[in-house]
T-cell receptor
């Protein structure tokens, strides 16, 4: 069974601090997506990474896919209260139904 | 707005009643997924359609749940004889035929009293 473990499960920090969220598995994924979800809303796609070692930047967010395509990280620089939310990673298993394997999420709170 | 819409956004029902939810996908997306999500957890896969064909259904899904996508466009998810344990956010996601990326609707929040 493929699993994606996210850490930490919960993080509360002050505005302006930096943070990193991790997504780890023993399985290889064909791609990995990061989503951000606000209460009462559906997840919103932030980025898809496909190539081992790939780094993508989205303003203050930096996403990295591990060389072996088994893990990923999300680094936020100078966090803002607007970054508050549930961050979810999801790996594509590469099967014919394009199923995603989901992490349980990291709940991030940025205090002003 | 991802282009995926769901209706209703909220549903409150009494235990034992039937409920039906609708999802309208991004028009060119042929793949459609239904998920259930409880508070603080990641989405849990329920079922998957490619065009009008239901290709996969979670083994965890009881026979009270049924989904359709009759013309390969919109989809409905019906829950019969609802139970309090069915209370959750029900999410629909769609994808094109070329990538793994899924785009989510805003979800339907179900509360069973």
């Amino acid at each position: 069974t493929q699993l994606l473990e996210q850490s930490p499960q919960f993080l509360s920090i002050q505005e302006g601090e930096n943070l990193t969220v991790y997504c780890n598995s023993s399985s290889v994924f064909s791609s990995l997506q990061w989503y951000r979800q606000e209460p009462g809303e559906g997840p919103v796609l932030l980025v898809t990474v496909v190539t081992g070692g790939e780094v993508k930047k989205l303003k203050r967010l930096t996403f990295q896919f591990g060389d072996a395509r088994k893990d990923s990280s999300l680094h936020i620089t100078a966090a803002q209260p607007g970054d508050t939310g549930l961050y979810l990673c999801a790996g594509a298993s590469g099967d014919s139904n394009y199923q995603l394997i989901w992490g349980a999420g990291t709940k991030l709170i940025i205090k002003p | 707005d991802t282009g995926v819409s769901q209706d209703p956004r909220h549903k409150i029902t009494k235990r034992g009643q039937n409920v039906t939810f609708r999802c309208d996908p991004i028009s060119e997306h042929n793949r459609l997924y239904w998920y259930r999500q409880t508070l603080g957890q990641g989405p849990e896969f329920l079922t998957y359609f490619q065009n009008e064909a239901q290709l996969e259904k979670s083994r965890l899904l009881s026979d009270r749940f049924s989904a359709e996508r009759p013309k390969g466009s919109f989809s409905t998810l019906e829950i019969q004889r609802t139970e309090q344990g069915d209370s959750a956010m029900y999410l629909c996601a769609t994808a094109d035929g070329f990538t793994d990326t899924q785009y989510f609707g805003p979800g339907t929040r179900l509360t069973v009293l």
